[in-house]
């Protein structure tokens, strides 16, 4: 069993900076970080999940959002485990929370893609 745990989130102002830490392990099937791709999304009341970012599993490829793409940047430690989403210039609509999300090796962008998720951190973008 993969457990991801996120952190991170907080209160910040439109046009600020924070990053998002999802931290990996695999105590019990002993699965390496590096056999995951991992994704993160975000999601609002009322709304579905939304994909923000993926990365692969040896990091090489990378896709995001539209609504990210220049703002948003992921990437991953694998001496830590962990997978961050630096996020910049945030807007009022960023807000939501965050979930990190696990799959084997190929990085994809639907929600039904990803087998393992955390229990999400939530951003509040205030103006």
């Known amino acids: 069993q993969v457990q991801l745990v996120e952190s991170g989130g907080g209160l910040v102002q439109t046009g600020d900076s924070r990053r998002l830490s999802c931290a990996f392990s695999?105590?019990?099937?002993?699965?390496?970080?590096?056999?995951?791709?991992m994704g993160w999304f975000r999601q609002v009341p009322g709304k579905e999940r939304e994909f923000v970012a993926a990365?692969?599993?040896?990091?090489?490829?990378?896709f995001y959002g539209d609504s990210v793409k220049g703002r948003f940047t992921i990437s991953r430690d694998h001496l830590m485990n962990l997978v961050y989403l630096q996020m910049s210039n945030l807007k009022r609509e960023d807000t939501g929370v965050y979930y990190c999300?696990?799959?084997?090796?190929?990085?994809?962008?639907?929600?039904?893609?990803?087998?393992?998720w955390g229990q999400g951190t939530q951003v509040t973008v205030s103006s």
């Open positions: 695999s105590a019990v099937s002993g699965r390496p970080f590096s056999n995951f791709a």
């Open positions: 999300a696990a799959k084997a090796f190929v990085a994809a962008t639907s929600v039904g893609d990803y087998d393992y």
């Open positions: 990365i692969s599993w040896n990091g090489g490829s990378t």
